[in-house]
């Protein structure tokens, strides 16, 4: 009898219609990220969901708000374990290539993850009926220009979970408990990607599980989470403005599982475990660009002699003081 796979309905890339598919490029194509993440493949299988939340979002994908943002996002977090020596990699059988490749799995699902929960996060407030009817943007201007997608390295494809080895899944499935409160059916894409390298998945338990018997994994997810509530606040409004129609009534649920349970976690799990790579194999997050300051800040700085203040004479008597 085979057991039941803890899992949520999702469209892989590879099963995906035409008209999903198309929508699947688009997405890749402007968010800059080489996969579809979970929360996408699950709105797949929601009759209108995918198509309508995606309408909303673009727009603040391409403008590179959401980018902006989501790095902020990442860039105040600060969450990292310590460097782990290159001899441990070789003792586990990881080479440099296959930590290069690690490296890169663990960056594109920090860059996706930072991006689409600041979004999505966005949009549930939009449909919550919080997004604030101004134009708020203390962080980034929508007329900022769109950086160019990185060259990012190839990832191995997703393995279906199916397809794991016996011991292989039952550490993923491990991993995916920590930090969660209640059982979770949402089996992180993160853990199924690294479980082409079953010795670093063993690893990371070992690193992971004592910040969450010490409840860290969960204070990180309320931070992040909090974090990104106040960065998308602005972002909402601008959503607000694009919502076309009313959502279907499926799609809050997912998103308020997603943004304030799912990808707050392994976001925060992310930059942990992005901390474990030797630095120099670590990819560089690139850095946020602040928006202009006000123009009082620009003016030309004074000279010295100008500077410098001046002693005042004493006034001489009969003079007003």
């Known amino acids: 009898m085979t057991r039941a796979l803890p899992s949520i309905p999702e469209i892989s890339e590879a099963a995906a219609d035409l008209r999903t598919r198309a929508l699947y490029d688009d997405i890749k194509r402007v968010t800059g990220i080489p996969v579809v993440n979970l929360v996408y493949r699950h709105l797949a299988t929601l009759p209108g969901a995918l198509p309508w939340a995606w309408r909303v979002l673009r727009d603040g994908y391409a403008t590179g708000d959401v980018a902006a943002r989501g790095a902020a996002l990442r860039a105040s977090m600060g969450a990292r374990l310590p460097p782990l020596s290159g001899a441990s990699f070789r003792l586990l059988g990881l080479d440099k290539r296959a930590i290069e490749d690690i490296g890169a799995v663990i960056e594109t699902y920090n860059t996706g993850n930072a991006l689409n929960l600041v979004a999505l996060t966005a949009l549930r407030l939009v449909i919550e009926g919080r997004a604030r009817r101004r134009q708020g943007a203390e962080l980034v201007e929508a007329a900022a220009p769109t950086p160019a ?3 990012r390295r190839a990832l191995m494809p997703l393995p279906p979970l199916a397809a794991l080895p016996p011991s292989v899944l039952e550490q993923v499935l491990w991993l995916n408990r920590l930090g969660e409160t209640r059982a979770s059916k949402e089996v992180a894409s993160l853990y199924r990607h690294l479980a082409h390298w079953p010795a670093y998945l063993a690893l990371i338990g070992g690193l992971l599980l004592p910040l969450d018997a010490a409840g860290e994994l969960t204070r990180l997810r309320d931070r992040v989470r909090r974090e990104a509530e106040r960065l998308a606040l ?16 499926a799609l809050l649920p997912v998103l308020t599982r997603f943004t304030t349970a799912v990808i707050p976690k392994m976001l925060g799990v992310g930059l942990l475990l992005a901390g474990t790579l030797p630095r120099s194999l670590v990819p560089r997050v690139p850095r946020l660009k602040r928006p202009a300051a006000a123009p009082h800040a620009h003016r030309k700085p004074r000279s010295r002699a100008v500077r410098r203040t001046r002693r005042r004479s004493p006034p001489r008597r009969g003079q007003p003081h």
Request: aromatic share 0%; proline share 26%.
């Open 149 to 151: 997608p990185r060259r």
């Open 234 to 249: 602005p972002l909402a409004a601008r959503l607000a403005r694009a919502a076309p129609s009313a959502p279907p009534a």
